[in-house]
């Protein structure tokens, strides 16, 4: 399959390129970046750390969607956004692994899934996949004596909190709990917030240094805990799962996809 890489000169972009380059089935189909961007007209082989791919950066998004079967995403919402009409009008498959969307944007997306197929994922790592399948197998097996709090730590440039995949870990436990997350998630707490209310799932967020991603789902009650926890080291482990959930799309009907569906789980 073709696959074109929109932001292809971020740090996530360049790894995804050097994915593409050598997972058998695929063919790095080209780049875009704003128009904005300093990297346009660069190779993007090149930028990636690799030799010469011949396709340029390109700020023209529309042309790269028309030419390669399906499109990965990791940028920005509103790029994003975009980015989902460009694949409804085109017909081309979509990967988001953008986080922090909101419910206009996320609609957008969920329109573009009505005409081809999209896989959106809080992350794309096989194991914070796995992570949240038994996180959600633990809380229908716990009962709400044991509280749930999503821990979540990631480099200091991170801008949205909790991450995407911290509060996938959150959707997947109040899933387990048979329960809406909106209607127990406690994000923030700050100053006298009094007891703990029993059945919330809470958040805690920490950023700093170049902390990859690390996430735990805690189920602590008095007298014991259960901890289940994923750490990322690499941001290879999201690339290759997002051209692992590329190559999936092929012959796959129209509709919005989980990675949990790509693997099976």
């Known amino acids: 399959m073709k696959i074109g890489i929109v932001g292809c000169a971020g740090r996530m972009g360049r790894m995804l390129v050097q994915t593409v380059v050598v997972t058998d089935g695929a063919e790095f189909g080209g780049g875009s970046e704003t128009a904005s961007s300093p990297m346009i007209g660069q190779d993007c082989g090149e930028l990636a750390g690799l030799m010469p791919s011949g396709q340029m950066v390109t700020d023209d998004a529309r042309s790269l969607f028309e030419r390669v079967d399906v499109v990965i995403d990791f940028t920005i919402p509103s790029a994003t956004a975009d980015h989902a009409r460009l694949a409804a009008e085109t017909g081309t498959a979509l990967i988001i692994g953008t986080t922090g969307l909101d419910a206009t944007q996320q609609a957008l997306i969920e329109a573009a899934a009505a005409r081809v197929p999209v896989v959106q994922a809080p992350n794309f ?3 914070v996949n796995l992570l949240m399948a038994l996180t959600e197998k633990v809380a229908a ?13 990631h480099h200091r440039h991170k801008v949205d909190a909790p991450s995407g995949t911290a509060l996938g870990l959150g959707q997947a436990a109040a899933k387990g709990r048979g329960v809406a997350l909106d209607q127990v998630a406690q994000k923030v707490r700050d100053g006298h917030t009094g007891p703990r209310k029993k059945g919330d799932i809470g958040f805690a967020t920490l950023r700093g240094g170049d902390v990859v991603g690390d996430h735990t789902a805690m189920f602590v009650s008095e007298g014991e805990s259960v901890l289940l926890t994923h750490q990322a080291r690499s941001r290879a482990v999201f690339a290759r799962g997002a051209v692992h959930a590329a190559l999936w ?3 796959q009907p129209a509709g919005l996809y989980s990675m949990r569906d790509v693997l099976g789980l």
């Open 125 to 127: 790592s096989l194991g």
């Open 249 to 251: 799309t092929k012959g």
């Open 141 to 153: 097996t716990l009962n709400a004596d044991f509280d749930i709090e999503i821990l979540e730590m």
